[in-house]
């Protein structure tokens, strides 16, 4: 009885399986076509995404340019208020603790920033002239503003 029992347990466990596969389909896994669809599927999300976030750092070096320049300029009007003079260069602000640094253009990576220097006093008790405005560096074009960065 034990010898039969053996030989009933492996035809019925083909049997099973048969009956499992002819309800669920003979394939096993996936077919050319289904992994090619997918696969386009996921390159073309690829694709958009990459598009947005090449265009979000954009607009994240932008908004740290425009944020710069006003703390450029706020610190040269300070040091032009408090001391009477411009200052000569932009490391004056830095001498003078009006700055910690000198930031980087986040569109060059490099501390160019373009002083402009005027011939017109910025407060009536200023006594000599020198750098009264700062633009970036960069001669590039903002694609959003339609305007090179170094005008603003």
Known sequence: ?????????PTSRIAATNALRARHGA?????????????SIILI???????????????????????????????????????EAAPNSL??????HYIAKIP???ITGAPDWVPQNCDVMLSVDQTSLGICDVHAGSDAISPFENTPYSSW
């Open 1 to 9: 009885m034990n010898s039969a029992a053996r030989t009933e347990k």
């Open 27 to 39: 394939s096993r896994g996936f077919t050319l076509i289904e992994l090619m669809i997918v696969i």
């Open 45 to 83: 999300l690829m694709t958009i995404g990459i598009g947005h976030y090449e265009r979000t750092i954009l607009r994240a070096r932008e908004a740290t340019l425009r944020s710069d320049l006003k703390v450029l300029r706020d610190a040269i009007q300070n040091y032009t208020g408090d001391k």
């Open 91 to 96: 490391d004056d602000l830095v001498t003078e």
């Open 104 to 106: 980087d253009d986040p």
